[in-house]
């Protein structure tokens, strides 16, 4: 097989040159179209009970989760000068297309009873600007006698006031709503020029525009830096600005092919699948690195070319085969979870890691064809140099002190235990952003003065018509707000029986001593003011009730707190709830955004627990085809596990909880750090084959071979990930400085541990089965069959025994 690829690739180099070219503009032609998403992912499947009861919310109450809040501190604010603006910008942003509503103390409404036509009028408390100081300080009065937005809309202690702005929920999830949500606040921005104040910004369509700009600014700048990083690494160890020049561009279309890639299978741009490209460009560095140090070592034995560039594509690219298949098997696990953004990232990665493989390999050879012969520069630090030094000091330690390297192995492992014994798992809404950044500090100062912004809904189905407006319903109801204002993590609730105190207020000509429920008697006269709910319009008493007054809702907003104080809160309420609302005449659901998100979160860590195990499964069976002994896939293993645990001990320590973000690590970690293992016994087997199998030697020299490139590789990986760590997402730093951190001592592993583990168990692990593996895809070192090669003009006259 390798025979014929090599004839392939070596024979049709022109027409290779053309091909890739033209799918590379392709593929580029595609990748412009592709878009950023703006949808808030899925993380449950669609059959889950906990999607269904919300999908049933948002079909009878709309989206929750539309709203922008913008908090305002100014002692001012009712000041003439002041509440003007606030009064004129209110209203502007009212006006921008794609608002549906705006509510503020200077766009705010309350009922008045209209006994002439028997209903309350629903009107604004204030319909034109005020003139003077004193019809400003009526306008407060009046706004502060209203009990209905203390706490809601203003913090009368605080002097902190809101806007909330709703968007239409057809422009929430489209890329208008950059559009919109940079109009709204561009607005907003002039008032704080003009009056030197501080706007606070928050809210689910706020959060997830910021961010989904975020990512797009650090996806070009990622690539950037794994660009510069990648040429600068590969520049010092090759001393080449010609080699750096061409590696670089066979990865940059690798990044080409990768967002065509999104673009023809429909996906957008997320979190994840935006850190793909700067990942490719490491994986593609990486696989270059080999076969040019392949190709290099080979060149410095006989000092043929084309005999040294046959030889790297059957050896290497064999094994890097390998290499990239359980890269891509590390990545491909995510399908399994079912989660739709880790699906994409999944599917993505492992068709582009496979597609970058094939690239280098084929274009490595290719231009290097092309190029002169390697200089004695190029191929010195083969022979002497920082890394040949550190070569020599790690066979060293390998043939005089492993009993030292167990002990410290075990100590690291020990260690590793105990570090894993504090791991936690939990995950915030809005868990991913750094507490530096404003959007943070923002949401921190809702949830200071209105407990915070995030959507929790509880819905009461009494299972009657007109059952909601029941005197004992609206008690009950009441108690449950009760109940709900002994958490802390609440804001004041808001339900029907919030309304229908207003309503008892305004029936009383406004007398705040009068907000609270009626009773018996002052209920059906209270109610007969209430307007018909058959408008197709939002109202302030169809927002909280279904048409048939059957189903009703009650929204409070929740601190950002993690998914464990969600499930505790959710544990404690469930029987309070009960108790208030029996089961056999009320159906009462917990939902909203948050318990979405509580419950897909502890769905994901689950499924991505289940992932990494099917990765490790896969991942073994790919070396079982290859080595086909089970000892040797067990220690092929072990210096890979070794990084596993380390890596969970430091997030322990650390206080790293295991949530979405931080438990995918592994997986990817897994798929990549096996890379240097597969090339070290590859390289093993080969000089088993050699040495008449002898253990000592063959290990011995597959070291000093393969350590150059497992070095040069783990110091590309390092850094290339390292580059995460400037990421304002908090998964994605971590994705950084973890796989880092699991890369490094993976080479280490695979440097002291894995040769030392087979020198002591060499009468226990003798591999016979190595000289029939269930895979043919690793070089023996048999002649290369290439007698009907023709590579250029001034290769046509060498004899085929020159090719071998």
């Known amino acids: ?18 091909l890739i070219g033209l799918f590379a503009i392709l593929m580029a032609w595609q ?73 503020s103390v200077a766009r705010l409404f309350h009922l008045i009873r209209n006994d002439s036509l028997k209903k309350f009028d629903f009107v604004p408390v204030v319909s034109t600007p005020p003139t003077s100081q004193e019809e400003v300080d009526s306008i407060k009065q009046l706004i ?9 809309l203003f913090n009368s202690e605080s002097h902190v006031s809101m806007m909330m702005i709703t968007l239409d929920k057809d422009v929430l999830n489209t890329k208008n709503r950059v559009a919109l949500v940079h109009e709204i606040t561009h607005e907003l921005e002039k008032f704080e020029q003009d009056f030197d104040v501080t706007l606070h910004y928050s809210g689910l369509p706020y959060i997830r525009t910021v961010t989904s700009e975020m990512i797009q600014h650090e996806l070009v700048l990622f690539i950037i830096l794994a660009l510069v990083i990648a040429a600068i690494i590969l520049f010092v160890f090759f001393r080449s600005f010609r080699t750096v020049f061409f590696i670089i561009s066979v990865v940059l279309i690798s990044v080409l ?19 793909m490209p700067p990942l490719l460009i490491v994986i593609g560095v990486e696989n270059s690195i080999f076969l040019l140090n392949k190709y290099y070592n080979e060149f410095s034995i006989h000092g043929n070319k084309i005999k040294a560039l046959a030889r790297t594509i059957r050896r290497i690219g064999a094994a890097n085969f390998l290499t990239n298949a359980t890269t891509a098997a590390g990545f491909a696990a995510f399908i399994a979870t079912g989660n739709e953004l880790l699906v994409e990232f999944g599917i993505i ?55 030292k390297v167990y002990i410290i192995t075990g100590i690291m492992l020990l260690s590793g235990a105990l570090g894993m014994l504090r791991l936690k798992t939990t995950g915030n809404m809005v868990d991913d952003i750094s507490k530096k950044d404003k959007l943070y500090t923002d949401l921190m100062f809702f949830e200071e003065h209105f407990k915070g912004v995030m959507p929790f809904e509880i819905t009461v189905d009494t299972r009657k018509n007109r059952g909601v407006l029941r005197s004992s319903t609206l008690q009950k109801i009441e108690q449950l707000q009760d109940t709900l204002a002994m958490y802390p993590q609440f804001s004041k609730p808001l339900s029907v029986v919030e309304v229908v105190k207003f309503s008892r207020q305004a029936f009383f000509r406004g007398n705040p001593a009068y907000y609270g429920l009626p009773n018996q008697q002052e209920r059906n006269f209270i109610l007969s003011y209430v307007p018909s709910l058959k408008s197709d319009k939002r109202t302030v008493m169809n927002s909280f009730v279904d048409t048939s007054l059957q189903v009703t809702r009650i929204s409070v907003q929740m601190a950002n707190i993690g ?17 208030i609302f029996p089961a056999e005449d009320y159906d009462v659901s917990l939902t909203g955004s948050s318990m979405v998100f509580l419950k897909g979160t502890n769905y994901l860590v689950h499924n991505l627990l289940m992932s990494l195990v099917l990765a490790i499964v896969v991942i073994a069976l790919l070396m079982a085809l290859t080595f086909s002994s089970f000892k040797m896939i067990v220690i092929s293993l072990i210096p890979n596990i070794i990084p596993q645990i380390l890596t969970a001990a430091m997030m322990g320590y650390a206080g790293i909880a295991i949530k979405p973000s931080t438990i995918l690590i592994f997986s990817i970690a897994l798929g990549i750090s096996v890379d240097n293992t597969i090339h070290f016994l590859s390289r093993y087997r080969q000089q088993l084959l050699l040495n008449d199998w002898k253990i000592k030697e063959s290990v011995l020299a597959a070291l000093l071979e393969t350590g150059f490139s497992m070095i040069y590789s783990a110091v590309v990986l390092f850094f290339g990930f390292a580059i995460f760590i400037l990421s304002s997402f908090g998964g994605t730093e971590a994705l950084g400085y973890l796989v880092s951190f699991t890369l490094l001592t993976a080479m280490l592993a695979n440097l002291f541990v894995l040769p030392s583990l087979l020198l002591t168990l060499d009468k226990y692990i003798l591999t016979q089965a190595f000289k029939e593996p269930l895979l043919e895809i690793l070089d023996e070192e048999g002649d290369i069959e290439l007698d009907d090669l023709e590579i250029e003009e001034l290769d046509k006259n060498l004899h085929p025994d020159q090719l071998r």
Request: hydrophobic share 45%; net charge neutral.
């Open 1 to 18: 097989m390798w025979t014929f690829i090599i004839r392939l690739i070596l024979r049709n180099r022109p027409a290779i040159l053309i």
């Open 31 to 103: 990748g412009s179209k592709v878009h950023m998403s703006y949808e808030m992912a899925r993380m449950l499947p669609s059959s889950d009970s906990t999607i269904i009861v919300y999908e049933r919310f948002r079909e009878v109450f709309g989206q929750d989760g539309s709203v922008i809040f913008v908090g305002l501190k100014d002692e001012k604010l009712f000041e003439l000068e002041h509440y003007n603006a606030w009064y004129d910008l209110t209203r502007r942003v009212k006006e921008i297309e794609g608002v549906e509503e705006v509510v």
């Open 144 to 152: 502060y006698s209203l009990p209905f937005y203390e706490g809601r």
């Open 257 to 275: 092919v990768l967002f065509g890639t999104v673009a023809l299978l429909g996906f957008k741009i997320t979190i994840l699948t935006g850190i």
């Open 349 to 403: 990665a492992s068709i582009n890691i496979m597609f970058a493989y094939v690239l280098s390999l084929v274009l490595i050879p290719v231009i290097f064809s092309y190029l002169p012969d390697p200089k004695a520069r190029h191929v010195e630090y083969l022979e002497k140099g920082a890394v040949n030094s550190i070569l020599k000091t790690i066979v060293w330690v390998v043939l005089n002190h492993r009993t």
């Open 563 to 579: 998914t464990n104080e969600i499930d505790s809160i959710h544990q404690s309420l469930n029987p309070k709830i009960n108790q």
